[in-house]
């Protein structure tokens, strides 16, 4: 579907649902599938439903339900009411979730099974409808109500990096015109199919993996449970997918537990002539995993580390790089496969201006601001916080540092509030500094910080590191239990000798663990700027907390560089 003659979200559905009316549409994987005359009939009746439960044209609607055919029944139900869609992302507390439902005044929740539990005990004078079951409810048809092309569609709240959640009002133009503009990366066609993997409540997914291939009659898979290897590798095999949408944790897992390690392992792959036909191998057997019809791997949401992009690139896997913020629908640059350039997002996209503030002499460093049709209304009950978002001269601030080149490409250097300045007043940017740290075999995950004596990194090692290091504690217990067996009846002697090996035990984990985290520091370090070298490097004993697109919540961590907040 080239155009729309109706620019909103209703018009685009029931312009395809004709169109495409008996071409399948949403399905689970290895389950229930909806055409996409079905899909507009069934949100004709789901609007009835919203309706009856008391909703009224300009009223919220929440959506908190796991990704499915019936999330996008009942979005389309939402605004075929003429209400506003408010999608929750389910890894959101109750708390959250309960904030999110008053702050914007929601008279209605869809709700899936799985969820039920996190609204059950609040105190909400609101309707719950359960996500599936209230479309069979809906017999009677209401009146088409029509919506405008600059009113509010959804209102996406984003826990973001930076604390409190903020209410982003997008409109159907922002979300269509950003779906229209992504031509120019890639045009799907009736035979696209498209695995689904990242939330529906998140908008990289919502425009990019949902409106898009609606719009061109493509056919959209889920699965019924998180994308574990055991649940994602059977589906690529069922699906063979030819489009998928990624953030950047998901490949970069595959290529250093699995890619890296492999080739590494071969004698072959120190010799400069075999090492890049062993990449290339190494990418042929990448595709075959994904279903070996691949052609378009979006990879976005956060920064893809660049040691795992070369890879990619060097092995010719169809990986695509886009940049964007929900506040812009959510895509500000991208670049189809045959044109990425290691590092940079790709050039602006088609209707969408991006500008440097105040470039800095040199290295034309700056903020990124951007202005088009995909640019949001504004922050929903926040008009401070609107303003703030937006120069005098209507150009919106992106909050991120980063240069364009002389062809036109944008390169993301990282968020302006987490910059640290140099003693001699160099821009540092953690987030360079923990993809370095990320590239070690040991490193699950890393948060660089800036502290009294310098900068201070944190790194939660991997699983099997882990293990390793425990075991290592674990002989020592083992050696102490067995002297105390023993020493039988000689208790005094045999607790004191306990006592003892149980220390020299905690010693020696601890040494070990000395000994590999230093490692690790200097190994990075080597491949820093001087100004950009790490002071300290402690551990961190679990997992950090991360926003739904997998990037670290900054504002969690303390900044002194003493250890985490929990």
Request: aromatic share 8%.
């Amino acid at each position: 579907m080239r155009t729309l003659d109706d620019f909103t979200l209703l018009g685009m559905i029931e312009k395809s649902g004709k169109r495409y009316e008996n071409n399948p549409a949403l399905r689970m994987v290895g389950g229930e599938r909806f055409t996409y005359g079905q899909v507009d009939a069934l949100s004709s009746r789901s609007a009835a439903a919203i309706a009856a439960a008391g909703v009224s044209p300009g009223d919220r609607v929440a959506i908190l339900a796991e990704s499915s055919p019936y999330w996008g029944i009942a979005f389309f139900g939402i605004v075929k009411a003429g209400a506003i869609a408010v999608p929750i992302l389910v890894d959101f507390s109750a708390e959250q979730i309960k904030n999110i439902i008053l702050h914007s005044g929601a008279k209605a929740v869809l709700c899936s099974p799985k969820q039920r539990q996190k609204i059950a005990s609040l105190e909400l004078p609101i309707a719950h409808l359960d996500v599936k079951e209230h479309i069979a409810s809906g017999a009677r048809p209401i009146a088409r109500i029509p919506a405008e092309p600059d009113g509010v569609a959804m209102i996406v709240y984003t826990s973001g990096t930076t604390g409190l959640s903020k209410g982003v009002m997008l409109t159907h133009r922002n979300i269509l015109s950003n779906a229209l503009a992504c031509r120019s990366i890639i045009i799907l066609h009736r035979t696209d199919r498209l695995l689904s993997i990242l939330p529906l409540a998140h908008t990289y997914e919502f425009t990019i993996g949902f409106i898009i291939p609606l719009l061109s009659g493509s056919q959209i898979f889920y699965l019924d449970r998180p994308p574990s290897p055991t649940v994602l590798l059977p589906a690529l095999k069922a699906v063979r997918p030819t489009i998928m949408l990624s953030v950047p944790l998901v490949i970069e897992k595959i290529y250093r537990s699995n890619i890296k390690p492999t080739l590494e392992g071969m004698k072959l792959y120190a010799n400069p002539f075999f090492k890049p036909i062993l990449i290339r191998f190494a990418g042929f057997k990448l595709m075959k995993t994904f279903g070996g019809v691949m052609r378009f791997f979006g990879v976005g949401g956060a920064p893809l580390a660049r040691d795992v992009e070369t890879f990619l690139k060097k092995a010719r896997f169809p990986y695509a790089i886009g940049y964007g913020l929900t506040e812009c629908s959510p895509l500000i640059a991208g670049c189809s496969p045959a044109k990425t350039h290691v590092g940079s997002t790709g050039p602006a996209l088609m209707g969408v201006s991006v500008r440097i503030a105040d470039p800095k002499p040199g290295s034309g460093e700056g903020e990124l601001q951007a202005k088009g049709d995909s640019i949001f209304k504004g922050d929903y009950r926040g008009p401070a916080r609107s303003a703030e978002a937006f120069t005098q001269d209507g150009w919106f601030r992106t909050g991120d540092l980063g240069f364009i080149d002389e062809k036109k490409r944008i390169f993301v250097r990282g968020r302006i509030k987490t910059m640290i300045l140099g003693a001699s007043g160099e821009n540092i940017y953690p987030e360079e500094i923990e993809a370095v740290l990320n590239q070690s075999p040991y490193v699950a995950e890393s948060l660089v910080l800036e502290g009294e004596e310098g900068l201070t990194a944190f790194v939660y090692l991997k699983s099997e590191v882990l293990e390793k290091l425990e075991a290592t504690f674990k002989d020592g217990i083992d050696t102490a239990e067995e002297l105390s067996s023993r020493m039988g009846s000689a208790i005094a002697n045999a607790e004191k000798s306990v006592v003892s090996s149980i220390g020299q035990a905690i010693d020696d984990a601890g040494k070990a663990a000395e000994r590999l985290l230093e490692g690790i520091r200097k190994e990075t370090n080597e491949k820093l700027t001087s100004f950009s070298r790490i002071r300290t490097i402690k551990l961190h004993s679990e997992p950090f907390e991360k926003t739904p697109t997998q990037k670290i919540k900054r504002f969690l961590y303390s900044k002194d560089g003493t250890a985490p907040k929990s």
